[in-house]
Structure formats: C-alpha cells, structure tokens
C-alpha cells in the first residue's frame, strides 16, 4: 500500500497537513482473505499519507468507476478473480479508473521495502469505512447507462416484464447486479449470493449448471452468470443453452452497429475468440481487430484505435461508452437491454453468431515459458494448422494467473477438435514436464 503510494501519488511530497493528504480507495471480493489483506493495504496507504475510503465488498469494475466520481488518487481491489478461492491479489487502477501499465507495476515492486521519509503526526492517513455509498454511487451509474433517468427525474424501467436468473457466484456482485437489474424492472430470481467467505467460485461463470438447471425450471427468459469479482459475464438462453462471451460481444456489437455506437464498425477480440464469431461478424459489415488474451491488451488496443466495444470469450466485455474495464452487470444488463429491444430471444440473437466445434484442455505442472520456444512442440502444431487449413485453427499458450498451458483447437466437428487437441496436450505434458 504504501509503495502504490509513493509511485501513483507521489505521497512522500505532500505536505504534513490534513488537507495536503492524497485519498484512495480499497474494495475486495467476498473470500475470507479479502478482510485483513484489506485492512493491511489500507494501513500501508495511511501509513504513506493517504487517506483511505474501504469501500468493502465491490465488484472490481466498481473500484475502477469511483476514483473519477469520488475525486480519489489511485484505487486497489483485493480479489483473485476467477482463481481459486484461497488465491488472492491487488489490483492497482489509477485515476479515471484505467489498470496499470506493466511498467508502473513493475515501479511499485522495485520501492517495496525501500526506506524513504515517512509522513508524520497529522500527515499520516484517516482509514474511513463506507460501503454504503460507494455501492449506491456505482449501482446508479450501471442502471443509468440503459434507463437514464426522465426530465421529471424518475427512473425509466427497460427491462419490465423480463424474467431473469441471475448466478452471484458468492461473488462481489451478490447485492449490486440483482440491485440494478430489478431497478430496471427486470422480474430477477437471485441464485448463490450467499457468500460466506469461502464458497465463492463455486457457482456463477465458471460453474453454471445451476443456473441452466434454474432457467429451465422457473420458465425464465434467460439468465447471467458472474464471475467472483464480477468483471465478466456469461449468459444462458430460455433452453438452458450456454451462451459465452462471444456470442454475447456479437449480439452487443451489431447493436452498438444498428445504433451507430460501433466506433470505425470494428470489434476487439483475443486470439482465444472462436473462429465462427469473426465470420459472422465479417457478412454484417462489422470487422475484427486480434490481441493477445488479456483484458488489458484489448483496452490497449481499443485506446490505440479508438474503439468502442471489445472483449474476451471469457466474459469480459468492455464497453467504453460506459466503463474503463470489463464489467459483468454493466453487460449483463446491455444484452437484457438489446433482448427487450429486438424483439426476440437470446436464442435467436445468439443462433446469428455460431461457433466452430472447440475443445479446451488445461496442461499442469509443465514450464510454461517454454510452450512457445520448444521445437518439438511447434512442429506439431504447425502440421495440425496445416491440416485444418480455412476450417480451423490451434492455439497454444501459457496461463496469466496459474502454473499451466491452455491448448485449443477449433475444427469442423467437435470429433476432429477433441483429437487434435488432445494429441497437442499429450506431447505438451512430455516436452514439458517439470
């Protein structure tokens, strides 16, 4: 905390008075660690003369919206997003809400234990608890981005008469996303937002079956997905079906397209968006521009190009019309928003953007910096490529976040999928083995 503070706010030069005190603010999601790496973070930034706003539990696209509204230096949220439940991080943002650069990361490392001229007396930080405010400042921000409120100052209801589930993975977004969908008008049965500290990832985006079972069984139009922090979503159709990240960012860029809200027609994906998204995207006029997997590289990209819409198949969606970041209630209530105003089902949107048969598998325990270096596994890749030709594709490549390479194959059916990725897995596992 104190680091962050001396790199983002420069605190050690501000005057040893109240008013010459720098502000920040600190957010977590709902795992047990998240309380007292919260209390450590905030003591170090008062420490360094910051004074600190806890804003407690928040999705972390809310941290990245309040440093504007709240007039605050730097943000930091403690989450280990969609890892397990005993994994956990920080999260740096800078004013306006934008993630750090690699450089200004690498910056509060290298200060880390260095001495420097503390702040003393009434220069050190006020530590204050508001979860309250911060919440409700955020949750009127994603409702008005698709009911701005009327000229008599009541609130527009969009999504009346759409009957939803909506999966809180015990996560962040347990209060905000049902919060703003009924604000709304949506008809919301809230499922898994009952966080206890350790249950959280065991429902939402990466466990969705329940939320399929539940949209079959209360008759719902649809239902969201949220991961633990809440910076993605993913959504299911009225049939159960799962509908990822990018059939959604398809459904939202052809809307940002009718509107003319897609900036020079074009979307961002990642190398890991599945083949059929960008064909059906190219026979609607709108093109596609390919970044390394990573929010933070489609945000790159879209500043670079000035870009409306981009995203992962994840889940992340960043809309910057509204958001410096992936927000999942932000998109969750974008494509209820774009359902209600079609005219047709998320089903029918969703049949617009189909996508190739593709198999995932995860390699542990192998060094990962190597997957794109070793000769023995490049040339099998490449013969794979070579054979799947226009009809498909392989990708390689090493987790940002745990200790293993992701192998992907895309393929005319889901036979030919499943082998090819499975034969690239087993060679990975043998060349690579620690």
């Not at 220069?123 to 979860?131: E, K, L, N, P, T």
């Not at 970044?291 to 590289?297: H, I, P, Q």
């Not at 932000?330 to 774009?338: M, P, S, Y």
Request: aromatic share 2%; proline share 5%; glycine share 10%.
């Amino acid at each position: 905390g104190a680091a962050a503070g001396r790199v983002l706010g420069d605190a050690g030069s501000q005057d040893d008075q109240p008013e010459g005190r720098r502000r920040a603010l600190v957010g977590r999601d709902t795992r047990v660690s998240g309380d007292f790496l919260a209390s450590a973070l905030s003591a170090g930034m008062a420490a360094g003369g910051f004074d600190v706003i806890d804003a407690g539990i928040i999705p972390t696209p809310g941290i990245a919206f309040l440093p504007s509204v709240l007039n605050v230096e730097m943000g930091a949220v403690i989450s280990a997003s969609h890892n397990p439940m005993p994994d956990n991080g920080i999260k740096f943002c800078a004013r306006g809400g934008f993630k750090l650069p690699d450089q200004k990361e690498d910056d509060i490392e290298a200060v880390l234990g260095q001495d420097w001229d503390r702040p003393t007396g009434a220069g050190v930080g006020r530590v204050s608890h508001d979860q309250t405010t911060a919440t409700n400042l955020y949750i009127d921000h994603l409702v008005a981005t698709i009911a701005p409120l009327n000229d008599d100052k009541t609130q527009p209801k969009p999504l009346k008469g759409l009957k939803i589930v909506a999966d809180c993975a015990n996560g962040a977004t347990s209060v905000v996303a049902p919060e703003a969908l009924r604000r709304a008008g949506a008809d919301v049965i809230v499922i898994n937002a009952s966080p206890d500290g350790c249950n959280i990832k065991t429902a939402g985006a990466t466990h969705p079956e329940q939320l399929q079972a539940m949209v079959k069984a209360t008759d719902a139009v649809m239902g969201v997905a949220f991961d633990g922090d809440a910076d993605r979503c993913l959504a299911v159709d009225e049939d159960g079906n799962m509908i990822n990240g990018d059939q959604i960012m398809g459904i939202l860029a052809r809307a940002k397209q009718r509107e003319g809200k897609l900036n020079h027609d074009t979307l961002v994906v990642t190398v890991m968006s599945n083949l059929g998204l960008k064909l059906a995207l190219k026979d609607m006029g709108i093109k596609t521009v390919e970044t390394a997997v990573g929010d933070r590289y489609v945000l790159e990209e879209m500043l670079k190009g000035g870009y409306s819409l981009g995203g992962e198949q994840s889940g992340h969606v960043i809309n910057r019309e509204f958001a410096t970041t992936g927000d999942g209630t932000l998109t969750a209530l974008t494509l209820c928003n774009e359902v209600v105003k079609s005219g047709k089902s998320l089903k029918e949107l969703a049949a617009d953007f189909p996508q190739l048969p593709q198999t995932l598998i995860n390699v542990p325990n192998v060094d990962k910096k190597a997957a794109s270096t070793n000769k023995r596994i490049q040339d099998p890749v490449a013969r794979e490529e070579e054979l799947l030709g226009d009809t498909g594709r392989v990708l390689l490549r090493p987790s940002g976040t745990e200790p293993l390479v992701r192998v992907m194959a895309e393929a005319a059916t889901q036979a030919y999928a499943d082998e090819v990725c499975t034969r690239l897995a087993k060679i990975v596992a043998e060349e690579l083995a620690l």
